[in-house]
């Protein structure tokens, strides 16, 4: 028995047949375009549907990919200098005890020829410093505008008045925090 069938339409028709019938393109409003996908009839795609599909999933694994950077350079240390450590002591002007890190800042005299400086220390997540322990427990009213401290930490790499600390002292030698990683 003689097939009278190319050999690209007997391919197609193979690939598109399904388990207990002998030819899905006899179906009414068959098209030709579609592929098969699993067993089920109705998991059956048409070739605009699967271009449509694989457009979406590359703008996701775009955008997931804009994402995983963006945290990843929040997060990362980039911007001070690990392999440096500074010390200073001044006044605290401001504390943000907010996500995604806390933030101490104080006004440290420049001396008598000099302007005062206002630095930044930039601590963990308030969430991290809560339940760190220790003897002393972080919350939002900890430190008060006036409270003197000393600060040391990873300077800023551009040299601005910034840096990641490492430890926070008060004035009465209370060490308030050893890392702030």
Same mark, same amino acid.
Request: aromatic share 4%; glycine share 10%; charged share 20%.
């Given at each position: 028995?003689?097939?009278? +069938?190319?050999? #690209?339409?007997?391919?197609?028709?193979?690939?598109?047949?399904?388990?207990?019938?002998?030819?899905?393109? @006899?179906?009414?409003?068959? @098209?030709?375009?579609?592929?098969?996908?699993?067993?089920?009839?109705?998991?059956?795609?048409?070739?605009?549907?699967?271009?449509?599909?694989?457009?979406?999933?590359?703008?996701?694994?775009?955008? !997931?990919?804009?994402? +995983?950077?963006?945290?990843?350079?929040?997060?990362?240390?980039?911007?001070?200098?690990?392999?440096? /450590?500074?010390?200073?002591?001044?006044?605290?002007?401001?504390? /943000?005890?907010?996500?995604?890190? #806390?933030?101490?800042?104080?006004? #440290? @005299?420049?001396?008598?020829?000099?302007? +005062?400086?206002?630095? +930044?220390?930039?601590?963990?997540?308030?969430?991290?410093?809560?339940?760190?322990?220790?003897?002393?427990?972080?919350?939002? @009213?900890? !430190?008060?505008? &006036?409270?003197?401290?000393?600060?040391?930490?990873?300077?800023?790499?551009?040299?601005?008045?910034?840096?990641?600390?490492?430890?926070?002292?008060?004035?009465? &030698?209370?060490?308030?925090?050893?890392?702030?990683?």
């Amino acid at each position: 028995m003689a097939n009278s +069938a190319s050999p #690209v339409e007997s391919a197609k028709r193979w690939l598109l047949r399904s388990p207990g019938r002998s030819d899905r393109a @006899d179906r009414a409003g068959h @098209d030709g375009r579609t592929r098969r996908v699993g067993r089920c009839d109705h998991a059956a795609l048409t070739e605009p549907a699967i271009a449509m599909r694989a457009r979406m999933f590359a703008v996701a694994l775009g955008l !997931l990919s804009v994402c +995983a950077v963006t945290a990843t350079a929040h997060h990362g240390p980039g911007a001070y200098d690990l392999t440096g /450590e500074i010390t200073v002591t001044g006044q605290v002007t401001r504390f /943000e005890f907010v996500n995604p890190h #806390v933030l101490i800042y104080v006004e #440290v @005299d420049g001396g008598q020829d000099q302007q +005062a400086t206002l630095w +930044a220390g930039e601590l963990t997540s308030p969430n991290r410093l809560a339940r760190m322990g220790g003897e002393v427990a972080w919350h939002k @009213d900890l !430190l008060q505008p &006036g409270d003197t401290l000393t600060l040391t930490g990873n300077p800023a790499r551009n040299g601005a008045p910034a840096m990641f600390l490492n430890r926070v002292v008060a004035e009465d &030698g209370r060490v308030l925090a050893a890392s702030g990683r």
